[in-house]
């Protein structure tokens, strides 16, 4: 039974697909585009409402071991500058096995004193540690869907299109909200390039749109924000999550009322990716944007 139901807006999210179907169907489903408009999204995970007010802070589980694992979730529960936690399912050696992290997930759960928990595997194109072949990553989700310990699932949008139709389908019926995600660790796309992979990605079905860029100048950090401004605006009926990472994307990772993005990544320690800053910090400044913003 799962832990929690998410809300979009005023609407449950529900659907049902076979799990034997799920990382091999033949033909993918029809997909919907969101009936929100565009720039009004709030997604609700248990009492977070992601989308209201100033962007909502995530901070990473990257620990090798169980032990690790608690004691970065405990400093989350802890933190009040943190509102979400992610666990990265690729730095554990054991992350590959579903049912060996169960326990794990549940004991994590205990410890984050009600924030939502985040469950990603990146996969090593994508800057994560390990690589895992496709039906593996996809078998892997199911899993973890049935454990009723995962609030919000990260599928990676440039995996199999009918094997993503299908896991969004799984993830909505057990009550879990998805990030889909793009990553670039080379490059900045154009502006038309970033609009439209987020507009996939709503139309695949995610909750929340992610995709996190390189920067290459100063103006590449200025296309990204452009971009999820634009999209925010125009199209995007669910809440954004965008960066441009390393030192020359920080702006971007501070100035989500600015950009359209609901959410950030910041530290409460150990990085899980260029350009992350101290938790304490980002809330610092997220907080001056909004008081000034309401003035």
């Known amino acids: 039974m799962q832990r929690r139901r998410f809300l979009v807006g005023s609407a449950v999210a529900a659907a049902s697909m076979p799990l034997s179907s799920l990382a091999f169907a033949a033909q993918p489903a029809t997909l919907q585009v969101p009936s929100a408009a565009p720039g009004s999204a709030v997604l609700t995970v248990g009492s977070l409402r992601i989308g209201e007010g100033a962007p909502k802070i995530i901070a990473s589980i990257t620990a090798s071991t169980d032990r690790e694992a608690l004691d970065q979730a405990r400093d989350i529960g802890a933190a009040s500058q943190v509102d979400m936690a992610e666990l990265r399912l690729d730095h554990h050696p054991q992350g590959h096995l579903g049912e060996r992290m169960k326990p794990l997930l549940a004991r994590l759960v205990g410890v984050l004193n009600g924030k939502p928990l985040l469950v990603t595997w990146r996969s090593k194109e994508e800057g994560g540690e390990r690589e895992l072949a496709d039906a593996t990553y996809f078998n892997l989700y199911a899993e973890l869907l049935h454990t009723g310990h995962v609030d919000l699932l990260d599928v990676e949008m440039m995996k199999p299109q009918a094997a ?31 609009v439209e992979r987020l507009r996939r990605q709503q139309a695949l079905g995610a909750d929340i749109l992610k995709i996190a860029v390189m920067p290459n100048s100063k103006a590449d950090v200025l296309t990204l924000m452009a971009a999820s401004q634009h999209m925010q605006a125009h199209y995007a009926k669910r809440p954004l999550l965008t960066m441009s990472m390393g030192p020359l994307g920080v702006l971007s990772r501070l100035a989500g009322q600015l950009s359209g993005s609901a959410l950030t990544y910041a530290s409460l320690g150990q990085a899980s990716a260029p350009g992350q800053l101290e938790a304490a910090a980002v809330q610092n400044v997220l907080d001056v944007v909004e008081q000034g913003s309401q003035s």
């Open 164 to 194: 993503v139709e299908n896991i969004v389908t799984l993830a909505h019926e057990r009550g879990v909200a998805v990030v889909l995600s793009n990553h670039d660790f080379n490059a900045t796309p154009s502006h038309h390039v970033i």
